[in-house]
């Protein structure tokens, strides 16, 4: 059973607008959750993350959001840059020294 | 910036091989890490250690095991390589943090192909 979901493969954005990225957990337990960005032949590099006793958590053009209810996460980037063109992997945590648990990704297609 | 160092890019082993990954963090972090990335399955975590000599098992340990004799080294081995074994590996590693969550630094990968 999947605890975290991307139900989004792929989602295409034109450069400038608003791109958001949905991510969908199941576990209670999760208490910390990470957006990570990959490009090919590339290890994921960290973007932004948030702990549970926040619902938001803004970086530059970056913004997670975090909706402990619904059990809901979305990344928003704006204003979307061709460089934004990556596959995104949501991934959330427990406490301790727990590995990750990722989606399993979407692509973002950012269109001139 | 944090550094994680996979000794290789790209790998091709043989069936029934035992086949060493390597990865080195120069950032002192206590926690190190072991994925495997598949198209369509995202990220599996396969091992990880959070001390030197300390190993705990992930969602896909079947297969691999690991060593930690050093700090800054995690190296994964696959006992007898097999075909389903190709993918591409990840190592990472982070820090407890004084919040206790802390995010993780990954390497480039290692493309393993079995053949």
């Known amino acids: 059973d999947q605890q975290v979901k991307q139900n989004s493969p792929s989602l295409s954005v034109q450069e400038g607008r608003i791109s958001i990225l949905n991510c969908d957990y199941t576990n209670s337990m999760f208490d910390y959750f990470l957006w990570y960005k990959k490009y090919p032949a590339e290890g994921p590099t960290f973007l932004i993350s948030i702990s549970s006793i926040k619902d938001k958590n803004e970086d530059g053009r970056f913004t997670v959001f975090l909706n402990k209810s619904a059990k809901h996460l979305s990344l928003h980037i704006v204003p979307s840059q061709p460089g934004d063109s990556a596959v995104y992997f949501c991934?959330?945590?427990?406490?301790?020294?727990?590995?990750?648990?990722f989606g399993k990704g979407t692509h973002l297609i950012i269109q001139p | 910036d944090v550094k994680v160092t996979q000794s290789s890019r790209y790998l091709v082993k043989r069936t029934g091989e035992k086949v060493f990954l390597e990865c080195v963090q120069d950032?002192?972090?206590?926690?190190m890490f072991w994925y495997r990335q598949d198209p369509g399955l995202g990220l599996r975590l396969i091992y990880f250690?959070?001390?030197?000599?300390?190993?705990e098992k992930g969602d896909i340990p079947e297969g691999y095991s690991v060593s930690r004799e050093k700090k800054e080294r995690f190296s994964l081995i696959l006992e007898s390589a097999s075909t389903n074994q190709t993918s591409m590996y990840l190592c990472?590693?982070?820090?407890?943090?004084?919040?206790?969550?802390?995010?993780?630094?990954f390497g480039d990968g290692t493309r393993l192909s079995i053949l």
């Open positions: 991934a959330a945590m427990g406490r301790g020294a727990d590995g990750l648990t």
């Open positions: 250690s959070y001390d030197v000599k300390m190993k």
């Open positions: 990472a590693s982070s820090s407890p943090g004084p919040g206790g969550n802390q995010p993780q630094h």
């Open positions: 950032m002192d972090h206590e926690n």
